[in-house]
């Protein structure tokens, strides 16, 4: 099965500032990968995702990179702010899966 | 839409206790997912179902059972519940292999067993 790491387990920053979140995955047949936000007390929720034939995606403060030679892809968060405190997972999938393999979860904190 | 809902929210149960978690969704969406979340381990996937009438085990399915009558519908239950059965659960749902492979995930339920 799919091996998946993601790094670091915590990471804090100051408001302002940038995060990447990095999680490296095992099965080169993976074409699908996402990033799931949790809020405290809430499920998981999707806010961005790219697919194997794309190197880069963007939306507004958040953006996906992909390096599929390497098998990672990574989260990055700019201008953070506060409400960007949450968990943060990936969950790589191959195309004829039925089943994500998730991350451990990044916990990122931004201090006001 | 109310999109994906779960029932309760939180529950205590005894050892040897058996409940029901009832997990429904209105996106008509084919696949649905019973994950736990403890602590450090991030989402771990007790069983899945692909179709109405159709389930299958995912990575830690001992002590757990599911069914799936109704597409809409997908219930886990706990026949003898166990402390080591302490968690929030989760469930989600997706369109399908072959199309989107987002996950929408429901509110969760924080079950303690004493």
């Known amino acids: 099965g799919e091996n998946v790491e993601q790094h670091p387990s915590t990471l804090s920053v100051q408001e302002g500032d940038s995060a990447v979140i990095k999680c490296t995955y095992s099965?080169?047949?993976?074409?699908?990968f996402p990033w799931y936000k949790q809020e405290l007390g809430k499920g998981p929720q999707l806010i961005i995702d790219i697919r194997s034939n794309v190197g880069e995606k963007k939306d507004q403060r958040i953006a996906v990179t992909l390096n599929k030679t390497a098998k990672h892809f990574s989260l990055h968060i700019t201008e953070t702010q506060p409400e960007d405190s949450a968990v943060y997972f990936c969950?790589?999938?191959?195309?004829?899966?039925?089943?994500?393999?998730f991350g451990r979860g990044t916990s990122l904190i931004v201090h006001p | 839409n109310a999109g994906v809902t779960q029932t309760p929210k939180f529950r205590v149960l005894k050892t040897g206790q058996s409940m029901t978690l009832l997990c429904a969704q209105d996106m008509n969406h084919e696949y649905m997912y019973w994950y736990r979340q403890d602590p450090g381990m991030g989402l771990r996937l007790i069983h899945y179902s692909v179709g109405e009438g159709t389930t299958a085990k995912g990575e830690v399915p001992d002590g757990y059972n599911v069914s799936r009558l109704k597409k809409q519908n997908f219930l886990l239950g706990l026949e003898s519940a166990a402390p080591s059965q302490t968690s929030v659960y989760f469930c989600?749902?997706?369109?399908?292999?072959?199309?989107?492979?987002?996950?929408?995930f429901g509110p969760g339920t924080r079950l303690t067993v004493l």
């Open positions: 969950a790589p999938k191959q195309g004829g899966s039925y089943i994500p393999t």
């Open positions: 989600a749902s997706s369109y399908g292999v072959g199309s989107t492979d987002t996950q929408y």
């Open positions: 099965d080169s047949a993976s074409n699908y």
